[in-house]
T-cell receptor, first 112, second 114 residues
């Protein structure tokens, strides 16, 4: 069974700090990895995608992928109150069915 | 690009009634996914279509649930008869062809069955 596990929250960080979110997955053949942000009462919004080992930076967000360890992370630098949301890790399998498996999410609260 | 469009945004219905949720895909996307989200169970994949064809409906909870995709841009999810435990937020999402694309979600339908 394909599983995606995220570090349990909630995660509370002060404004300006780095928020670190972790995710592990069980399907070694997974090819694509995504981070979604979901504000309360809203739909999930894609904020990062990563496909190769290493780091990918986009503004204040950095995604990190280590396929050997089956590990994905998201760093939010200079956290702002507007970053307060639930962050969902999603993994696409390698068997060409294009299904995303989602983690349960980590709720982040940025304290002003 | 208008995004994935869902209707209605909110639906309150009585137990036993039929409910139909609607979804319009982004133009050019060829895969369509229906999800249900609750606090207890998170995001659950109900069914997905590729090129209008249902590929996997193993997440559909019961025969009371059915989904159709009559054309490349539109899908419906029907619950008949509805039950209070069906209360949840239902999302549809679409994606274009290719392994490196994530999903774009619609704004969701909040269903309450009383």
């Amino acid at each position: 069974q394909k599983e995606v596990e995220q570090n349990s929250g909630p995660l509370s960080v002060p404004e300006g700090a780095i928020a670190s979110l972790n995710c592990t997955y069980s399907d070694r053949g997974s090819q694509s990895f995504f981070w979604y942000r979901q504000y309360s009462g809203k739909s999930p919004e894609l904020i990062m995608s990563i496909y190769s080992n290493g780091d990918k930076e986009d503004g204040r967000f950095t995604a990190q992928l280590n396929k050997a360890s089956q590990y994905v992370s998201l760093l939010i630098r200079d956290s702002q109150p507007s970053d307060s949301a639930t962050y969902l890790c999603a993994v696409m399998s390698g068997d060409n069915d294009y299904k995303l498996s989602f983690g349960a999410g980590t709720t982040v609260t940025v304290r002003a | 690009d208008a995004g994935v469009i869902q209707s209605p945004r909110h639906e309150v219905t009585e137990m036993g009634q039929e409910v139909t949720l609607r979804c319009k895909l982004i133009s050019g996307h060829n895969s369509l996914f229906w999800y249900r989200q609750t606090m207890m169970r998170g995001l659950e994949l109900l069914i997905y279509f590729n090129n209008n064809v249902p590929i996997d409906d193993s997440g559909m909870p019961e025969d009371r649930f059915s989904a159709k995709m009559p054309n490349a841009s539109f899908s419906t999810l029907k619950i008949q008869p509805s039950e209070p435990r069906d209360s949840a937020v239902y999302f549809c999402a679409s994606r274009p062809r290719g392994v490196y694309y994530g999903y774009t979600f619609g704004s969701g339908t909040r269903l309450t069955v009383v």
